[in-house]
């Protein structure tokens, strides 16, 4: 069982940078891929980044690729989500996910467990 609990959504303007944090119970935190997901108002939730088990490969959506970063502290049980240059269309709750025996994905039928997620909102 592993419980996933976000943090640091918020309100900022259209340019700016947040970081999201998602942070893990369990002892075996380190066996799981992790993923964050978004959803904006009216629309399906959509795939934003990946990181494997170990941290040495990410993957990104191409909306947000080369704006946003994802890493993992394995030793914390933490996930992170650096935002930079923030749209006001990336405005979503942003949600991340854990993945048993794969080594990412961006379907979302695959992922074991999710948080609550976190409102981000994008002023322009």
């Known amino acids: 069982q592993v419980q996933l609990v976000e943090s640091g959504g918020g309100l900022v303007q259209a340019g700016g940078s947040l970081r999201l944090s998602c942070a893990a119970s369990?002892?075996?935190?380190?066996?799981?891929?992790m993923g964050w997901f978004r959803q904006a108002p009216g629309k399906e939730r959509e795939f934003v980044a990946a990181?494997?088990?170990?941290?040495?490969?990410?993957y990104y959506a191409d909306s947000v690729k080369g704006r946003f970063t994802i890493s993992r502290d394995n030793a914390n049980n933490t996930v992170y989500l650096k935002m930079n240059s923030l749209k006001p269309e990336d405005t979503a709750v942003y949600t991340c996910?854990?993945?048993?025996?794969?080594?990412?994905?961006?379907?979302?039928?695959?992922?074991?467990?999710w948080g609550q997620g976190t409102q981000v909102t994008v002023s322009s």
């Open positions: 369990g002892r075996t935190f380190s066996s799981y891929a």
């Open positions: 990181i494997s088990w170990t941290g040495g490969r990410t």
């Open positions: 996910a854990a993945v048993y025996g794969l080594m990412w994905s961006l379907d979302t039928r695959e992922y074991d467990y």
